[in-house]
């Protein structure tokens, strides 16, 4: 458990740094940087509990028990927090990812990310390709069309007119 903890929060944490620049909030890496934590204190705890149950130790097994319920606990804790503060996450995130496609004139390293967003999450936009009629790179460029990187992997020619909805 503890090995797979591990991996997911550095999963977590190598991902995060590809979209960086969407999350102003240098605290979003934490909850990675806490079950990495974790599962370096349940690798001791399982040590603890393999030895108590070795020597078979009364005092060894209780303290395993009681550390097993405060971890119990510290995640019910870490789930109903996630799932309380969930919408605002998710409002900071569509505000700064708004931010962002405002800042987009193809060249800039944002303008890079939010290509590579868009590319691996198959997405237009932050809700949808509507999004970028109020951007300045939008009304710049004149011809009413999104970024290329909106265009779906399957349709050849895409030039990302508005006028072509079905190929973005």
């Given amino acids: 458990a503890a090995a797979g903890l591990s991996y997911v929060g550095a999963y977590v944490i190598n991902t995060y740094k590809s979209y960086d620049n969407f999350l102003q909030d240098k605290y979003a890496v934490l909850p990675a940087v806490i079950i990495i934590c974790v599962a370096v204190v349940m690798f001791i705890i399982g040590l603890i509990g393999c030895c ?3 020597r078979e130790s ?3 097994l209780g303290l395993f028990l009681a550390i097993i319920l405060v971890i119990f606990i510290a995640e019910v804790s870490a789930f109903v927090m996630g799932f309380v503060y969930r919408e605002k996450v998710k409002t900071d995130v569509q505000g700064t990812m708004r931010s962002v496609f405002e800042k987009y004139d ?3 390293p944002e303008s890079t990310v939010v290509d590579y967003l868009q590319e691996q999450l198959h997405c237009c936009g932050v809700k949808n390709y509507s999004d970028w009629t109020t951007t300045q790179w939008f009304n710049s460029t004149g011809n ?3 970024p290329l990187s909106c265009c779906r992997r399957d349709t050849k020619n895409c030039t990302g007119r508005l006028d072509q909805p079905q190929e973005l």
């Fill in 106 to 108: 193809g060249k800039n």
């Fill in 52 to 54: 108590a149950t070795f």
């Fill in 58 to 60: 009364r005092v060894g």
């Fill in 144 to 146: 009413n069309s999104v």
